[in-house]
């Protein structure tokens, strides 16, 4: 064999190895390890031909023999690393079946057959052993391009399903990788190797490790770009970028996503820093510039949060974080996991408006608890006075404070159930009674601009409704169509029946059937096109910052979805805006509201004795007036403590306590339960200017009266409680 093939071979081999070996300490993957280890045992293999040892002796036999065994070693490492390249799974067994199999064969054939077939075949050793050698070769070989016909196959699979052009390469040169591995068996039969073949040969190793290298590059890139179009899309949705700087060298590098952060197109080459400070708003722009500084002197671990100022005029909140290290070569690297925080700026505020409105919600409900009790002697002074008044000028007056006391009741009764809420409880309820309330709410509330109208149908069909939720639905649609018109305009409610088949508008919840339609319509600037059918989104809000939560619709469409209804919106630039809700009609009658009697009807006592425990003195007064005037002795006390005093003394005599459950008892419980746990058969009627959870047990009993009341409301509840078993 000509050496110098030889050791062409052996560089070659020992080259790729070499190559192969690098990609696995970069890479780690498994077929670059295999192809090291076969590529270097090839090489080794092949230097064990250089020696020019005689294929004579023991010695000899068993130099090839060592070199045959590597051969297969080789082989299988070549055919593992392939499979794993291609994502072929080998069984175990195979392995194991393949040099159990070949590896006794070829000892048997060289060191055993040779003299078994001279004494059989009865010829010289010499023929003996030069045909048990070619048989050895061809025992090793065919296995060995059987092998390489599968890798081919498994490389043009890669090549239908990538298109790489390494995988081409491979399989073109892997064809007589197999083939030429048959030449062996007749090389050593016919005793020499023709020089095409030797070119050939080394073409195909130099071809096929080419072709396995281009490939191997290949997929890493592809694994690579894959890696970025995901590290992409995972920033794209947590709407993150992330930069990279070496200030010394002046390279940077952004990701795609930092340009969407700044609303700039994404290209090659990141934009020079002052560029970016026009971008930030002028108050953040001090604090962005010196965030920047301090970063590239390799100050690290700062974090901001500052605010960008995109194309169209909209600011969107981004946090920005940083850390600085030292590179491989010593420059100062600084890098930055910089994040659009819009959305957890507006929940922050969101959350910091909850905390504001409930405040605010305590203070109402704390002033609303005080103009009910305030109210509660002007209710009651005036049907008490009006048999008193006998001209008819004191007695229009009159009227008129019992309308304006009126009033001032049912606002502080509005007040306190949108503070409150009703929970969950659903009644059959009149929609044109809460429009009504809601359009007084707004007279006393909304510019004197807008015009209110109401356009209420005969006889709408009660619905059943939380009255709570009902109010804020009206509530939020009316001041949303209050912000469409700044400068005025009318604002119209409507309610009416309506059947239809089929369903009365496009979209996934309408549908046919019988619905009660509230419409509120405004003629306000018009909604744009673009942004209907994201306006019922939540935090979606066309107006300027601080101006809206965002929250209206979203929680309109909620609350009437949970109603078994649904929203529609028709809406034109410049001609206004039509809400329209659709619930269908409850069962049940709704419940008359109770109307004042006459004084000569009202309920007397039998000298009954009474406690009236208030902290009010006017309330005492009044209620004790008024039930002295009607049949009843009475007692007062100012709070708990002095109401557990009198009740003590005059227990067995108390026929009915009336008390209020707010009364100034610090550290102590209310009166009223104090009394239902210590005394379980004293009758009790308790009043309040606020709605409490634990008023349930005496409403059900009957034994609660909200304030304010008129003197009617009073004296029917306590003929009740004494007529009727204790409460």
Same mark, same amino acid.
């Given at each position: 064999?000509?050496?110098?093939?030889?050791?062409?071979?052996?560089?070659?081999?020992?080259?790729?190895?070499?190559?192969?070996?690098?990609?696995?300490?970069?890479?780690?993957?498994?077929?670059?390890? $295999?192809?090291?280890?076969?590529?270097?045992?090839?090489?080794?293999?092949?230097?064990? $031909?250089?020696?020019? *040892?005689?294929?004579?002796?023991?010695?000899?036999?068993?130099?090839?023999?060592?070199?045959?065994?590597?051969?297969?070693?080789?082989?299988?490492?070549?055919?593992?690393?392939?499979?794993?390249?291609?994502? *072929?799974?080998?069984?175990?067994?195979?392995?194991?079946?393949?040099?159990?199999?070949?590896?006794? $064969?070829? *000892?048997?054939?060289?060191?055993?057959?040779?003299?078994?077939?001279?004494?059989?075949?009865?010829?010289?050793?010499?023929?003996?052993?030069?045909?048990?050698?070619?048989?050895?070769?061809?025992?090793?070989?065919?296995? !060995?391009?059987?092998?390489?016909?599968?890798?081919?196959?498994?490389?043009?699979?890669?090549?239908?399903?990538?298109?790489?052009?390494?995988?081409? *390469?491979?399989?073109?040169?892997?064809?007589?990788?197999?083939?030429?591995?048959?030449?062996?068996?007749?090389?050593?039969?016919?005793?020499?190797?023709?020089?095409?073949?030797?070119?050939?040969?080394?073409?195909?190793?130099? &071809?096929?490790?080419?072709?396995?290298?281009?490939?191997?590059?290949?997929?890493? $890139?592809?694994?690579?770009?894959?890696?970025?179009?995901?590290?992409?899309?995972?920033?794209?949705?947590?709407?993150?970028?992330?930069?990279?700087?070496?200030?010394?060298?002046?390279?940077?590098?952004?990701?795609?996503?930092?340009?969407?952060?700044?609303?700039?197109?994404?290209?090659?080459?990141?934009?020079?820093?002052?560029?970016?400070?026009?971008?930030?708003?002028?108050?953040?722009?001090?604090?962005?510039?010196?965030?920047?500084?301090?970063?590239?002197?390799?100050?690290?671990?700062?974090?901001?949060?500052?605010?960008?100022?995109?194309?169209?005029?909209?600011?969107?909140?981004?946090?920005?974080?940083?850390?600085?290290?030292?590179?491989?070569?010593?420059?100062?690297?600084?890098?930055?996991?910089?994040?659009?925080?819009?959305?957890?700026?507006?929940?922050?505020?969101?959350?910091?408006?909850?905390?504001?409105?409930?405040?605010?919600?305590?203070?109402?409900?704390?002033?609303?608890?005080?103009?009910?009790?305030?109210?509660?002697?002007?209710?009651?002074?005036?049907?008490?006075?009006?048999?008193?008044?006998?001209?008819?000028?004191?007695?229009?007056?009159?009227?008129?404070?019992?309308?304006?006391?009126?009033?001032?009741?049912?606002?502080? &009764?509005?007040?306190?159930?949108?503070?409150?809420?009703?929970?969950?409880?659903?009644?059959?309820?009149?929609?044109?009674?809460?429009?009504?309330?809601?359009?007084?709410?707004?007279?006393?509330?909304?510019?004197?601009?807008?015009?209110?109208?109401?356009?209420?149908?005969?006889?709408?069909?009660?619905?059943?409704?939380?009255?709570?939720?009902?109010?804020?639905?009206?509530?939020?649609?009316?001041?949303?169509?209050?912000?469409?018109?700044?400068?005025?305009?009318?604002?119209?409610?409507?309610?009416?029946?309506?059947?239809?088949?089929?369903?009365?508008?496009?979209?996934?919840?309408?549908?046919?059937?019988?619905?009660?339609?509230?419409?509120?319509?405004?003629?306000?600037?018009?909604?744009?096109?673009?942004?209907?059918?994201?306006?019922?989104?939540?935090? %979606?809000?066309?107006?300027?910052?601080?101006? &809206?939560?965002?929250?209206?619709?979203?929680?309109?469409?909620?609350?009437?979805?949970?109603?078994?209804?649904?929203?529609?919106?028709?809406?034109?630039?410049?001609?206004?805006?039509? %809400?329209?809700?659709?619930?269908?009609?409850?069962?049940?009658?709704?419940?008359?509201?109770?109307?004042?009697?006459?004084?000569?009807?009202?309920?007397?006592?039998?000298?009954?004795?009474?406690?009236?425990?208030?902290?009010?003195?006017?309330?005492?007064?009044?209620?004790?007036?008024?039930?002295?005037?009607?049949?009843?002795?009475?007692?007062?006390?100012?709070?708990?403590?002095? &109401?557990?005093?009198?009740?003590?003394?005059?227990?067995?005599?108390?026929?009915?306590? !009336?008390?209020?459950?707010?009364?100034?008892?610090?550290?102590?419980?209310?009166?009223?339960?104090?009394?239902?746990?210590?005394?379980?058969?004293?009758?009790?009627?308790?009043?309040?200017?606020?709605?409490?959870?634990? %008023?349930?047990?005496?409403?059900?009993?009957?034994?609660?009266?909200?304030?304010?009341?008129?003197?009617?409301?009073?004296?029917?509840?306590?003929?009740?409680?004494?007529?009727?078993?204790?409460?």
């Amino acid at each position: 064999m000509d050496q110098t093939y030889i050791h062409v071979i052996v560089m070659l081999h020992v080259a790729f190895g070499g190559v192969f070996y690098f990609l696995y300490r970069e890479s780690r993957s498994a077929f670059a390890r $295999l192809m090291a280890w076969s590529w270097a045992i090839e090489g080794f293999r092949a230097a064990m $031909l250089l020696p020019g *040892v005689p294929d004579a002796g023991l010695a000899g036999s068993l130099w090839f023999e060592t070199a045959d065994q590597l051969c297969l070693v080789a082989n299988a490492c070549l055919v593992a690393g392939c499979a794993d390249l291609a994502g *072929v799974r080998l069984p175990r067994w195979l392995g194991w079946v393949y040099f159990g199999v070949s590896s006794p $064969l070829l *000892v048997f054939g060289r060191f055993v057959a040779p003299t078994l077939a001279a004494h059989v075949a009865d010829i010289p050793l010499d023929r003996a052993r030069f045909l048990c050698v070619t048989g050895n070769l061809v025992v090793m070989f065919v296995p !060995v391009a059987a092998s390489r016909v599968a890798v081919s196959v498994w490389l043009h699979r890669i090549w239908l399903r990538t298109r790489l052009t390494g995988a081409l *390469v491979a399989t073109v040169f892997c064809i007589p990788y197999a083939v030429f591995a048959l030449a062996s068996p007749i090389q050593h039969q016919m005793g020499y190797l023709p020089v095409w073949i030797a070119y050939a040969w080394t073409a195909r190793v130099l &071809g096929f490790s080419v072709g396995l290298l281009m490939l191997q590059f290949s997929l890493q $890139l592809a694994a690579l770009q894959r890696s970025k179009a995901g590290l992409s899309a995972a920033q794209a949705t947590a709407r993150l970028g992330s930069w990279d700087l070496i200030p010394a060298k002046h390279q940077a590098a952004w990701s795609v996503e930092l340009f969407r952060l700044f609303d700039l197109a994404p290209d090659d080459e990141p934009p020079a820093f002052g560029s970016l400070l026009p971008r930030i708003d002028a108050a953040d722009r001090a604090a962005f510039e010196d965030h920047f500084v301090r970063n590239i002197r390799g100050s690290g671990g700062h974090r901001g949060e500052y605010r960008v100022i995109r194309h169209d005029g909209s600011l969107r909140w981004i946090e920005a974080r940083n850390t600085t290290i030292n590179d491989a070569d010593g420059s100062l690297r600084c890098m930055g996991t910089m994040q659009d925080v819009t959305e957890k700026k507006q929940l922050e505020e969101q959350f910091l408006r909850a905390q504001r409105v409930e405040n605010l919600g305590l203070l109402a409900a704390g002033i609303a608890h005080d103009l009910n009790n305030i109210l509660t002697p002007v209710l009651m002074v005036g049907p008490m006075l009006r048999d008193r008044v006998t001209e008819e000028s004191d007695r229009t007056l009159l009227g008129t404070i019992e309308k304006s006391a009126e009033r001032g009741a049912a606002l502080a &009764g509005q007040l306190l159930s949108f503070v409150h809420g009703s929970g969950g409880q659903r009644t059959p309820v009149q929609p044109q009674i809460v429009v009504r309330d809601v359009v007084s709410l707004m007279a006393e509330t909304f510019p004197k601009s807008i015009r209110v109208e109401q356009h209420v149908d005969l006889g709408v069909w009660p619905v059943l409704a939380n009255v709570t939720q009902l109010h804020q639905v009206v509530l939020n649609l009316c001041v949303n169509a209050r912000d469409a018109m700044p400068g005025g305009g009318t604002l119209a409610l409507g309610i009416s029946n309506r059947t239809f088949d089929p369903a009365p508008a496009s979209g996934p919840e309408a549908r046919g059937g019988r619905f009660v339609v509230l419409e509120v319509r405004d003629t306000g600037a018009g909604i744009p096109a673009e942004n209907l059918e994201r306006i019922w989104e939540p935090f %979606f809000s066309s107006k300027k910052p601080g101006k &809206g939560t965002g929250l209206g619709l979203a929680t309109v469409r909620k609350i009437v979805a949970a109603h078994e209804g649904f929203c529609t919106v028709e809406s034109r630039v410049g001609q206004g805006s039509c %809400f329209r809700v659709y619930l269908p009609p409850g069962r049940g009658e709704v419940e008359p509201k109770v109307d004042a009697r006459p004084a000569q009807s009202y309920p007397a006592g039998n000298d009954q004795l009474i406690l009236i425990v208030d902290d009010e003195l006017d309330v005492r007064n009044f209620a004790g007036a008024l039930l002295t005037n009607h049949g009843y002795r009475v007692l007062g006390a100012a709070d708990g403590v002095e &109401g557990r005093a009198v009740h003590a003394a005059r227990a067995g005599e108390i026929a009915l306590v !009336v008390t209020d459950w707010h009364m100034p008892e610090p550290g102590s419980e209310p009166f009223a339960a104090a009394l239902r746990r210590e005394h379980p058969d004293q009758r009790v009627l308790v009043m309040s200017g606020l709605p409490e959870p634990e %008023f349930a047990e005496f409403e059900r009993a009957g034994a609660f009266l909200p304030k304010p009341f008129k003197p009617f409301a009073l004296l029917e509840a306590v003929d009740r409680l004494l007529r009727g078993k204790p409460s």
